[in-house]
Every structure is written in structure tokens, then in C-alpha cells.
């Protein structure tokens, strides 16, 4: 078994027709990107729409019930995207890709479907971010 750690749209479209062929013969399980164009390369309306479909494409060898949350990035050139602290210990808000209550949002709406949610922290600011979500949570 695999991950393959941000699904998109054509990810899926491709596992679909490699499987129609019977070409696919490992199990993958995929984490459909949530909020976040820049590193699955698809806009979010699109990528919303998919994680509401997942279900369809999911199949013998694909499981479709992952969700993938980059809260920041890598800290990688051109530039580190990667959410730092400022002097006052607090998040550099321009950084995370999501504010905490989007993302609680989020998480509460797809783990209510049965999916699992799966978040990229790479930085000490989107770190905070997921506490808050951990703490927030409710079942």
C-alpha cells in the first residue's frame, strides 16, 4: 500500500483509467487536497468539489478517504511559505494557508463523513494552528 499524500483531480482521473485497464495493482490511498490551489495545482473550487465526490472514485485498489491540509509550507526555495512566530510568540498570519476556524470547519466537515484528515505543519506559527484545532475539536 501507498499514499499518495495531495491527490487532485487528475490524479484520480489517472488512477481511474490505469484501473480500467487492470494495470493498477497497488493499493493507494489518496489525500484529496482541502484549501490549498498551490500544491495540488487546481483551484479550490474544483478540489472542494472532489472531496464532495470522493466516494465515486474510490475502488478496488483506491481509497478516497483521506483529506489533505497543508496548514503552511516547506521552508524550500524560492522563498519558505513555512508559518513563523513573531517577537510576541504569536502565528505570522499572512503565512498559514488557513485560519484556525476555517480549517476546525474543515476537519469537523469531512471526519463527520468519515474521512481522515491528514496536516502538513512545517513551522512553529502552524503549529499553534493545530493545537487550536486539537483543542477545539468535538466529536
Known sequence: MIQEA?????????????????????????HIVCGNKFFPCENLESLESLLDVAEDSKSKHVDTRFVK??????????????????????????????????????????????????????GEGSETSFEYIRKNYER
Not at 484520480?12 to 490511498?29: A, V
Not at 513563523?84 to 469531512?110: I, M, Q, S
Request: a negative charge; hydrophobic letters at 30%.
Open 6 to 30: 495531495s491527490a487532485n483531480t487528475i490524479c484520480l482521473h489517472g488512477l481511474r483509467e490505469t484501473e480500467e485497464e487492470n494495470k493498477l495493482t497497488l493499493h493507494i490511498n489518496t
Open 69 to 122: 491540509f497543508w496548514l503552511d509550507g516547506p521552508q524550500v526555495e524560492p522563498g519558505p511559505i513555512h508559518c513563523t512566530l513573531n517577537e510576541e510568540g504569536e502565528p505570522d498570519r499572512e503565512r498559514p494557508f488557513f485560519d484556525d476556524e476555517t480549517v476546525l470547519a474543515h476537519v469537523t466537515k469531512y471526519d463527520s463523513r468519515g474521512m481522515t484528515c491528514k496536516m502538513l505543519v512545517a
